[in-house]
């Protein structure tokens, strides 16, 4: 009994060992298909014929991809399981390697596709670029001609005429058998528990995430992995996650002041009292009005009673209130456009290079793995092929992926120009090409949707941002609070903004000893953007020096246009900072006329391509922000340099600062000169996967330097709360008081709410000097008149007698003016 127990053993050990002799595949000039696992082409089947066999590993020559050299196809050799040479253990079974991927497959059987019958989930073959690309059904247009498909393996997505796709089939190497794929069981699994979830989630992301989970890198590692369970339980490890980040950030959100709890029965009179803040402090917001944000921040909708109270003619609301001030109609309280929040959260799409290439593909201009070649610019002869990725050109020779700047130089080329005017598709449009198609699509678009409301006083403040009991200027759209403009209460008669008055004379009008036109006889800076009368800057003791720049009515001074001469010089260069091929930019939107394509078309082309990537950039780092007025973002409005009737929104002088690697945008900001006195960078933003690694530093310290060097005195930037521990303590500026403040009131800062503004000197302060304000408009300095009538007297009187006379009454009326002044303001 024993013996036949060992002889039943040994025969059993004897099977294991036992190979059957199955038929080999893939033989010698059959046509075959092979999958790429190459960063770009991830999951994507290319044809090709087998050449020769060799233990485990086929030899292939494909039909479409071609060597370095470009001139003959590309061989090479593929690893494939013992079943495809036949020899197959008797206890393997292809369900004890249910991860496994093939790299190389017969060509699949024709099956006839039911158009009808693609549904969202399915696993699906899409023709593209000379190769079948895995995707999954990505929408629920049944009815459609074309469909929105996925690609687990690039992240990405696009959508397919439906006889560009087939249904996906799997080989089985062992029985040399097919079988469809079906739906992907990731979709299937986020349709079953997405239900029992109190949140909507985002699959892409989700996907995006589960990848880099620890279960899906050591145990599932495909996203065709057929085991459910695997699946069901990454998911909800994600899902977890997710929700436990969702509430944080919403339980961050109610941390609101120990009065709250009163809002039920006392919303509106803690919120609107008529008598509660006759007293105003200065540029302060009293912690109602606190409350009134915060909690706009919180509830998506209006309370109706709030909404009644914001008639014009009506009533007057007091600062605890926003008031949009229209005749007879309705308005929100609520100011989308003025809260500066940065994203906590970084999408997958974000984690991509910000270049020109990537932002063709963003606008499906350009197609990923589309086949480019770069051509010599004297003959036109082909130096390289290569194909596009979101990380640069791939290119043939060498498989390595290059910038568009490398792989000019990769080329051997000695041009200099830009490589995008010499990188060509298929379709013979180069790169610059398409950046020009861009810019007149978006031209065209902007001109139907953009529209300002005009002759429309604005509903916020300009200083502060808030609404409420709101002063409006006789001459312009602009609105202030009292207390913002130094005021007391609401002045009598006429008023005008700081900036709607001489920055000498402080006065709207102007008419003392000069004849003429008043409005033929006002300049406005186009550096410090301030507003002066040409016959008071004429009574300056400068104006000699400064005659043909207050003449030609483009500066108000010398230093005005050393400053904006200084700055055009700038533009463009690429300066070398830091180390890692770090660089440099100060760029400005400039307009052209894309019919006249000359030599300087190619700068300015890419100069816009520039900008949009900053844009990019800047709607990576905070929540977009649309300006009700207008209807516009306020980042594309700045970047754009956009102008409007309405100081607050006239962006025009505004550039933009490009921290790049390469050609990648690591970090960017937009900053804005007024004259010598200060500058203002509302908006800087570092990438997410370069943060804290002093980017930002590197950033900020050209543009001081740049600066410092133009004579620049201060630099002015609003920090929101969550950063502004950084800005103080990192990078050295301080928070600005009331009365530091009040010295800028000329300049219009672009601010947000719920900002701090901070400052840094950039040289030494000259000695300060009171400012001189009258009905709240501020004053850069004080204008010593009595000087300048001795100089005008004198040089007008024809003996020195009746000089004498005018000097006196010249002292006699300025002494009047001032009084009056002094009387006004207090």
Same mark, same amino acid.
């Given at each position: 009994?024993?013996?036949?127990?060992?002889?039943?053993?040994?025969?059993?050990?004897?099977?294991?060992?036992?190979?059957?002799?199955?038929?080999?595949?893939?033989?010698?000039?059959?046509?075959?298909?092979?999958?790429?696992?190459?960063?770009?082409?991830?999951?994507?089947?290319?044809?090709?014929?087998?050449?020769?066999?060799?233990?485990?590993?086929?030899?292939?020559?494909?039909?479409?991809?071609?060597?370095?050299?470009?001139?003959?196809?590309?061989?090479?050799?593929?690893?494939?399981?013992?079943?495809?040479?036949?020899?197959?253990?008797?206890?393997?079974?292809?369900?004890?390697?249910?991860?496994?991927?093939?790299?190389?497959?017969?060509?699949?059987?024709?099956?006839?596709?039911?158009?009808?019958?693609?549904?969202?989930?399915?696993?699906?073959?899409?023709?593209?670029?000379?190769?079948?690309?895995?995707?999954?059904?990505?929408?629920?247009?049944?009815?459609?001609?074309?469909?929105?498909?996925?690609?687990?393996?690039?992240?990405?997505?696009?959508?397919?005429?439906?006889?560009?796709?087939?249904?996906?089939?799997?080989?089985?190497?062992?029985?040399?058998?097919?079988?469809?794929?079906?739906?992907?069981?990731?979709?299937?699994?986020?349709?079953?528990?997405?239900?029992?979830?109190?949140?909507?989630?985002?699959?892409?992301?989700?996907?995006?995430?589960?990848?880099?989970?620890?279960?899906?890198?050591?145990?599932?590692?495909?996203?065709?992995?057929?085991? *459910?369970?695997?699946?069901?339980?990454?998911?909800?490890?994600?899902?977890?996650?997710?929700?436990?980040?969702?509430?944080?950030?919403?339980?961050?959100?109610?941390?609101?002041?120990?009065?709250?709890?009163?809002?039920?029965?006392?919303?509106?009179?803690?919120?609107?009292?008529?008598?509660?803040?006759?007293?105003?402090?200065?540029?302060?917001?009293?912690?109602?009005?606190?409350?009134?944000?915060?909690?706009?921040?919180?509830?998506?909708?209006?309370?109706?009673?709030?909404?009644?109270?914001?008639?014009?003619?009506?009533?007057?609301?007091?600062?605890?209130?926003?008031?949009?001030?229209?005749?007879?109609?309705?308005?929100?309280?609520?100011?989308?456009?003025?809260?500066?929040?940065?994203?906590?959260?970084?999408?997958?799409?974000?984690?991509?290079?910000?270049?020109?290439?990537?932002? =063709?593909?963003?606008?499906?201009?350009?197609?990923?793995?589309?086949?480019?070649?770069?051509?010599?610019?004297?003959?036109?002869?082909?130096?390289?092929?290569?194909?596009?990725?979101?990380?640069?050109?791939?290119?043939?020779?060498?498989?390595?992926?290059?910038?568009?700047?490398?792989?000019?130089?990769?080329?051997?080329?000695?041009?200099?120009?830009?490589?995008?005017?010499?990188?060509?598709?298929?379709?013979?449009?180069?790169?610059?090409?398409?950046? =020009?198609?861009?810019?007149?699509?978006?031209?065209?678009?902007?001109?139907?949707?953009?529209?300002?409301?005009?002759?429309?006083?604005?509903?916020?403040?300009?200083?502060?941002?808030?609404?409420?009991?709101?002063?409006?200027?006789?001459?312009?759209?602009?609105?202030?609070?009292?207390?913002?403009?130094?005021?007391?209460?609401?002045?009598?008669?006429?008023?005008?903004?700081?900036?709607?008055?001489?920055?000498?004379?402080?006065?709207?009008?102007?008419?003392?000893?000069?004849?003429?036109?008043?409005? *033929?006889?006002?300049?406005?800076?186009?550096?410090?953007?301030?507003?002066?009368?040409?016959?008071?800057?004429?009574?300056?003791?400068?104006?000699?020096?400064?005659?043909?720049?207050?003449?030609?009515?483009?500066?108000?001074?010398?230093?005005?246009?050393?400053?904006?001469?200084?700055?055009?010089?700038?533009?463009?260069?690429?300066?070398?900072?830091?180390?890692?091929?770090?660089?440099?930019?100060?760029?400005?939107?400039?307009?052209?006329?894309?019919?006249?394509?000359?030599?300087?078309?190619?700068?300015?082309?890419?100069?816009?391509?520039?900008?949009?990537?900053? %844009?990019?950039?800047?709607?990576?780092?905070?929540?977009?922000?649309?300006?009700?007025?207008?209807?516009?973002?306020?980042?594309?409005?700045?970047?754009?340099?956009?102008?409007?009737?309405?100081?607050?929104?006239?962006?025009?002088?505004?550039?933009?600062?490009?921290?790049?690697?390469?050609?990648?945008? %690591?970090?960017?900001?937009?900053?804005?000169?007024?004259?010598?006195?200060?500058?203002?960078?509302?908006?800087?933003?570092?990438?997410?996967?370069?943060?804290?690694?002093?980017?930002?530093?590197?950033?900020?310290?050209? =543009?001081?330097?740049?600066?410092?060097?133009?004579?620049?005195?201060? =630099?002015?930037?609003?920090?929101?709360?969550?950063?502004?521990?950084?800005?103080?303590?990192?990078?050295?500026?301080?928070?600005?008081?009331?009365?530091?403040?009040?010295?800028?009131?000329?300049?219009?800062?672009?601010?947000?709410?719920?900002?701090?503004?901070?400052?840094?000197?950039?040289?030494?302060?000259?000695?300060?000097?009171?400012?001189?304000?009258?009905?709240?408009?501020?004053?850069?300095?004080? %204008?010593?008149?009595?000087?300048?009538?001795?100089?005008?007297?004198?040089?007008?009187?024809?003996?020195?007698?009746?000089?004498?006379?005018?000097?006196?009454?010249?002292?006699?009326?300025?002494?009047?003016?001032?009084?009056?002044?002094?009387?006004?303001?207090?």
């Amino acid at each position: 009994m024993a013996t036949d127990i060992r002889t039943q053993l040994i025969l059993e050990q004897s099977r294991k060992r036992q190979r059957l002799n199955h038929s080999p595949k893939l033989l010698p000039n059959e046509q075959v298909e092979v999958r790429s696992v190459e960063e770009g082409f991830r999951g994507s089947w290319h044809c090709a014929t087998v050449i020769e066999c060799k233990t485990q590993i086929r030899v292939v020559k494909y039909h479409h991809l071609l060597c370095g050299n470009g001139l003959e196809n590309l061989v090479q050799f593929i690893p494939v399981l013992f079943a495809v040479d036949g020899m197959i253990p008797t206890n393997w079974r292809p369900s004890n390697f249910p991860n496994y991927r093939g790299k190389i497959r017969p060509i699949p059987p024709w099956v006839f596709n039911d158009e009808d019958h693609f549904h969202f989930g399915q696993c699906v073959d899409v023709f593209l670029e000379d190769a079948w690309w895995e995707g999954v059904i990505f929408d629920h247009d049944d009815d459609s001609d074309e469909r929105l498909v996925f690609f687990p393996d690039l992240g990405d997505e696009s959508r397919v005429l439906l006889k560009n796709l087939r249904v996906t089939q799997d080989w089985d190497a062992t029985t040399d058998t097919w079988s469809f794929r079906g739906d992907w069981i990731f979709l299937e699994i986020i349709e079953e528990i997405k239900v029992d979830l109190p949140f909507f989630v985002y699959v892409k992301q989700i996907w995006h995430e589960l990848r880099t989970t620890k279960c899906f890198v050591s145990e599932m590692k495909e996203w065709t992995c057929p085991v *459910k369970e695997n699946w069901k339980e990454t998911i909800m490890e994600v899902m977890v996650d997710k929700f436990k980040l969702l509430m944080t950030d919403f339980f961050d959100g109610l941390r609101f002041s120990e009065d709250l709890d009163v809002r039920k029965k006392h919303f509106l009179d803690s919120m609107i009292n008529f008598d509660s803040n006759q007293d105003t402090v200065l540029a302060n917001k009293s912690d109602c009005e606190n409350l009134i944000v915060e909690l706009n921040n919180v509830y998506k909708t209006n309370d109706s009673d709030g909404e009644d109270l914001s008639k014009k003619n009506n009533v007057v609301l007091h600062n605890e209130t926003k008031v949009v001030k229209k005749d007879e109609t309705l308005r929100t309280n609520r100011v989308k456009r003025s809260s500066k929040r940065a994203r906590k959260e970084v999408s997958p799409k974000y984690r991509t290079p910000r270049t020109v290439l990537t932002w =063709l593909i963003d606008n499906n201009i350009v197609l990923p793995r589309a086949k480019v070649q770069y051509c010599c610019k004297k003959d036109g002869s082909i130096m390289k092929v290569g194909r596009v990725t979101r990380n640069g050109i791939k290119c043939n020779c060498c498989r390595s992926v290059f910038s568009l700047l490398k792989f000019q130089k990769h080329v051997g080329s000695n041009n200099s120009g830009l490589p995008s005017a010499n990188i060509f598709l298929e379709d013979g449009r180069s790169l610059l090409d398409c950046q =020009l198609q861009i810019k007149l699509d978006q031209n065209s678009g902007l001109k139907k949707t953009q529209h300002e409301i005009e002759n429309d006083s604005d509903h916020i403040c300009s200083v502060c941002h808030y609404g409420g009991k709101l002063v409006l200027c006789d001459q312009c759209p602009s609105s202030f609070h009292i207390s913002c403009v130094g005021l007391k209460e609401v002045p009598d008669g006429e008023w005008f903004c700081p900036s709607c008055c001489c920055r000498i004379c402080n006065q709207n009008k102007f008419s003392e000893y000069y004849e003429g036109n008043v409005e *033929k006889n006002i300049l406005n800076c186009e550096q410090c953007e301030k507003q002066y009368h040409i016959g008071c800057l004429k009574r300056s003791k400068d104006f000699l020096k400064q005659k043909s720049y207050i003449e030609a009515k483009r500066f108000c001074s010398l230093r005005c246009a050393e400053i904006f001469t200084g700055l055009q010089r700038l533009l463009g260069k690429s300066i070398p900072v830091g180390k890692d091929n770090l660089t440099w930019t100060l760029r400005k939107n400039k307009t052209f006329d894309h019919s006249n394509y000359s030599s300087d078309m190619e700068d300015l082309i890419e100069n816009y391509s520039k900008l949009n990537v900053a %844009i990019s950039v800047m709607h990576e780092c905070f929540e977009p922000v649309k300006e009700p007025r207008n209807g516009g973002d306020i980042v594309e409005d700045v970047i754009f340099c956009r102008l409007s009737e309405l100081r607050r929104l006239n962006f025009k002088g505004f550039y933009t600062v490009l921290l790049e690697k390469d050609d990648e945008l %690591i970090s960017t900001a937009a900053v804005r000169v007024y004259g010598e006195k200060v500058a203002e960078v509302p908006l800087v933003g570092t990438r997410f996967q370069y943060r804290r690694r002093g980017m930002c530093h590197i950033l900020m310290q050209e =543009l001081e330097k740049k600066l410092k060097e133009l004579g620049v005195e201060r =630099l002015v930037l609003p920090a929101v709360s969550s950063v502004l521990h950084t800005w103080t303590r990192s990078f050295g500026f301080s928070e600005m008081t009331d009365s530091e403040k009040l010295k800028f009131l000329g300049c219009t800062f672009l601010d947000f709410q719920g900002t701090a503004m901070c400052h840094k000197l950039l040289v030494a302060d000259h000695p300060s000097t009171k400012p001189s304000i009258s009905k709240g408009n501020s004053c850069r300095k004080i %204008i010593d008149l009595d000087k300048i009538y001795d100089l005008l007297e004198e040089s007008l009187a024809s003996n020195p007698k009746e000089a004498k006379n005018n000097i006196k009454t010249g002292r006699l009326k300025c002494y009047h003016r001032r009084k009056l002044k002094v009387d006004t303001f207090y």
